[in-house]
């Protein structure tokens, strides 16, 4: 199981970025799919997540309005759009997917992670 985010870079507060998680060698349609992000000297914390089907998601409160998750089956991608990014949002972003198929808020749930990418909020 090989996932990648990409999509990540720099960006002035208030603009907006689209990230990409991309799965390779399987189907991404049968996990529930989670982002996080980790901040320099932070724990790593749940950013959103979203089940197999796409029809439950998930946000941590402080995002919401803000980010949206989506997922292309046909694609085989997961997608993290963030909108009136603040320099807090500064973070690597990384996705995963989960035991289980509705996603969770719990790092301990996801066996799989991607690489990460490091999204800049700067002016």
């Known amino acids: 199981v090989q996932l990648q985010a990409s999509g990540g870079g720099l960006v002035r507060p208030g603009g907006s970025l689209k990230l990409a998680c991309a799965a390779s060698?399987?189907?991404?349609?049968?996990?529930?799919i989670g982002w996080f992000r980790q901040a320099p000297g932070k724990e790593r914390e749940f950013v959103a997540t979203i089940s197999w089907n796409g029809r439950m998601t998930d946000y941590t409160d402080s995002l919401k309005g803000r980010f949206t998750v989506s997922r292309d089956i046909a694609k085989n991608t997961v997608y993290l759009q963030m909108n009136n990014l603040k320099p807090e949002d500064t973070a690597v972003y990384y996705c995963?997917?989960?035991?289980?198929?509705?996603?969770?808020?719990?790092?301990?749930?996801?066996?799989?992670w991607g690489q990460g990418t490091q999204v800049t909020v700067s002016s």
């Open positions: 060698g399987f189907s991404l349609g049968y996990y529930g």
């Open positions: 995963a997917a989960s035991r289980s198929s509705v996603g969770s808020r719990t790092l301990r749930d996801y066996p799989y």
